[in-house]
């Protein structure tokens, strides 16, 4: 169902929720997971992905990062609404990503000390930053394909969740700097931390729909995205369970 939410600026966001077809048998609370969109804002993919979650037990949430009834016609226009939100201390960012999981955890059906989070490209920055700036209750965080740059000037405390990144290895769009400074942010911040590089994909690996966004380095390879998922719900099972 539609869930809307505003975040401190009273900016409203809508959103997705999906929760299990037995949850309202059921005075169980359950574990809360965002999935957090790429550029082209929360498309039917990342409503997929949250359903699948649903499926298994969680209360899934496909977040809204840009706003509600925000929608562009070009790439180049979708571009233009991420550069400035991860520019910066990304602070408006951090507000947009705290308003999606207090709307997420306000839900009587979730537990809002196990709220995981997973997101794809830019969205997999957001779920990073997520975990960076400990997001209360946050006990998982997952990013497929995502930025990695950290938060520009941000301490480098210690982050309270658990990190999976997933990179295809012939992704151009992440360079090798970018991966051995996450290595070495999250050893500073002594993360329980996962890197995992799948063999030949490119950035976007996991949507099918990225051969057809155009964009030279980006395609879907359905090896990488299957095992990269698998890996996600174990993952999300030994953290939220």
């Not at 942010?185 to 590089?197: G, I, K, L, P, T």
Request: charged letters at 25%; glycine letters at 10%.
């Amino acid at each position: 169902k539609p869930l809307q939410y505003k975040d401190a600026s009273s900016k409203t966001f809508e959103g997705m929720l999906y929760y299990p077809p037995e949850l309202k048998a059921s005075t169980t609370k359950r574990p809360g997971i965002l999935v957090l969109h790429a550029f082209q804002g929360c498309t039917d993919f990342e409503k997929e992905q949250a359903k699948k979650l649903a499926m298994r037990g969680y209360v899934a949430l496909a977040a809204d990062v840009f706003g509600k009834g925000v929608s562009c016609a070009t790439k180049e226009e979708y571009f233009g609404l991420v550069r400035p939100l991860c520019e910066g201390d990304r602070a408006d960012l951090g507000r947009r990503l705290l308003a999606a999981r207090n709307a997420l955890a306000a839900q009587s059906f979730v537990d809002e000390n196990k709220i995981g989070c997973i997101g794809y490209c830019f969205g997999g920055l957001c779920a990073l930053d997520m975990a960076r700036t400990n997001t209360p209750g946050l006990k998982a965080a997952v990013s497929f394909h995502g930025t990695l740059k950290p938060i520009p000037g941000a301490s480098l405390d210690h982050m309270e969740a658990a990190i999976q990144a997933h990179n295809g290895q012939a992704d151009s769009h992440i360079g090798k700097d970018q991966i051995s400074g996450f290595y070495d942010e999250m050893n500073a911040r002594q993360a329980d931390w996962q890197f995992v590089e799948h063999g030949f994909a490119l950035h976007g690996f996991t949507e099918p729909h990225a051969d057809a966004m155009g964009v030279p380095g980006v395609g879907y390879q359905k090896k990488a995205a299957e095992r990269s998922w698998k890996m996600v719900l174990g993952f999300m099972e030994e953290h939220l369970v």
